[in-house]
């Protein structure tokens, strides 16, 4: 079945960098886009940056994100990576894995990113 496991949240100073990893499983995963979202306390959960599949990969980020974060896949591994960067309280929230395969989205278990000195 498939399988989405994020790792590599925590507790980061302002202004400091986090590596988000993605495991994924039970599916050709060089075959489908990848993407992260992120939910805060109180807010709705929100596409944070997503990759396409293939071999012209292309990534598409929410304006707050440009310029601090960054998507990449790695198809041998079946690893999807955010790497977070100028991190600021703002972008403290539950961090998730998605991926769908149609008709049916995948979310992993999600993994925390507090952003707090």
């Known amino acids: 079945q498939v399988q989405l496991v994020e790792s590599g949240g925590g507790l980061v100073q302002p202004g400091g960098s986090l590596r988000l990893s993605c495991a994924a499983s039970?599916?050709?995963?060089?075959?489908?886009?990848m993407s992260w979202y992120r939910q805060a306390p109180g807010k709705k959960r929100e596409l944070v940056a997503e990759?396409?599949?293939?071999?012209?990969?292309?990534?598409n980020y929410a304006d707050s994100m440009k310029g601090r974060f960054a998507i990449s896949r790695d198809n041998d591994k079946n690893m999807v990576y955010l790497q977070m960067n100028s991190l600021k309280p703002e972008d403290t929230a539950v961090y998730y894995c998605?991926?769908?395969?149609?008709?049916?989205?995948?979310w992993g278990q999600g993994t925390q990113v507090t952003v707090s000195s």
């Open positions: 998605y991926t769908r395969i149609e008709p049916t989205g995948y």
């Open positions: 990759i396409t599949r293939g071999a012209g990969v292309s990534t």
């Open positions: 039970g599916f050709t995963f060089s075959r489908y886009a």
